[in-house]
């Protein structure tokens, strides 16, 4: 049998700084628990521009669809901001989501305890948060056609069209029941079915499919506007939280910020499986490139880190392996090792990039 494969494409910015800690990690897998992966890497985003003119070549894209694992960085920065619209570097992002066809959007919001301490009412509200929202991420009203700004009775209507097919709904309905089996057993499924068609068939169809294939798993529905108003008064009812492009899009971000940095968010964006049963699959960070501290050697590793423990765990099926990374992760925040985008108002040294990387790779 050969190795597990990897495709890293680290990108622009801080993308690179970041993906060479990950790059020692995965090294250490193969020297010390003897878990070797074949890693190739290429060029995605601006990076791939300035080489190819194009922000992903075919071969590139070739690649990804062939490995089990791709691992993104981050693309993008002021540089490339004056490029036609169709070379852009985020481009080449949409193009990997789209022709893998990543429907399924992991985002995990978790908080660490050594994280939760920055006042007393967060810290009530946030310690031992451990969520997860799977967002639908190849359909809804991002997609939905007609669209477009057009003439009507002497005036201009824009329009959008929220649409979803019921085989859309249930393939991203099993991946959440698939991680809740892991988890909590319980999905909270979120739409607007009390305005919404789509949200009727939404929630019509994921609890056909939890019936008939997931008797086991807990199902409640929420409509979105109060899932909002709920993840901000009392987060720690949810675990694993369903739901369409939109709403995924705005809860996930508003999830994130329950638990700090943008540095230490993680992502994992899966398709259907491939022949070898694993699921097609990309892990990045939840930031960006981060333009303003590129090269500084201050960027926070830990998001594109804990991206490669979901890799370990959901395209390796080393959730031991990635429990841990996750662990060490955790570890390192508690010993008060923290980079510049952790430290709080009573200040302290922070350590580098490489630092960081290090004393996790060392835990
Ligand atoms: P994009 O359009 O690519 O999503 P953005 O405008 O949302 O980019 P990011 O690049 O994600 O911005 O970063 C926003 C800010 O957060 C950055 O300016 C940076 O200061 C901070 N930041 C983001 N990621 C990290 C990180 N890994 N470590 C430290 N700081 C970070
Ligand atoms: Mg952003």
Redesign the pocket.
Known sequence: MSNPSILILAGD??GPE?MDEVKKIITWYGDKRGLAFDVTEDLVGGAAYDAHGVPLTDETMAKAQEVDAVMLG???GPKYDVLDFSVKP?RGLLRLRKEMDLFANLRPAQCFDALADFSSLKKDLVAGLDIMIVRELTSGVYFGQPRGIFEENGERVGLNTQRYTESEIARVARSAFELAKRRDNRVTSVEKANVMESGILWREVVTAIRDAEYPEIELSHMYADNCAMQLVRRPKQFDVILTDNLFGDILSDCAAMLTG???MLPSASLGAPMANGRPKAMYE?????????AGQG???????ILSFAMALRYSFDQGDEATRLEKAVEKVLADGVR???LMGPEGGTPVSTTEMGAKILAA
């Open positions: 910015g801080i970041v981050a693309v993008g985020e940095s943008l540095g960070p939840v930031h960006g490139s981060a333009p303003d501290i201050k960027a926070n590793p830990i998001a594109c980079t510049a985008d």
